[in-house]
């Protein structure tokens, strides 16, 4: 394979790629697993990805648990179908939820960060 080196001489570019992966299939995973071990009776799933909605369906229509989809963008229609009760998270209130600025530990101080 022939590489063009790039004007600084090497055969490289740094790439800043940022993306999460397999999440929703951890998040399905272990709702599955924890539904057929009877861990909990109500799912509450906070998520607009249209990937979950199979095993939603599964949750609550072949093993009978009622999965609340709290939506951040109220929209999912896909989800909106499948799931028990489906609630468009109100943005509103979402700064009363929010830990303080500065919290303590055993540790010392810390602070939330300033993008919060």
Request: include cysteine.
């Amino acid at each position: 394979m022939l590489v063009t080196p790039l004007p600084d001489g090497t055969d490289r570019l740094p790439i800043w790629k940022f993306e999460e992966k397999g999440s929703d299939v951890n998040i399905a995973t272990y709702m599955l697993f924890d539904a057929f071990n009877n861990e909990y009776d109500v799912a509450a799933l906070v998520s607009d990805d249209s990937d979950l909605v199979e095993p939603i369906r599964i949750l609550h229509d072949e093993l009978k648990v009622d999965v609340i989809v709290l939506s951040p963008r109220g929209r999912s229609s896909e989800l909106q179908q499948v799931a028990s009760q489906f609630r468009p998270i109100n943005h509103s209130v979402l700064p009363q939820c929010q830990f303080p600025t500065v919290l303590q530990d055993g540790y010392g101080q810390f602070h939330k960060p300033p993008g919060w």
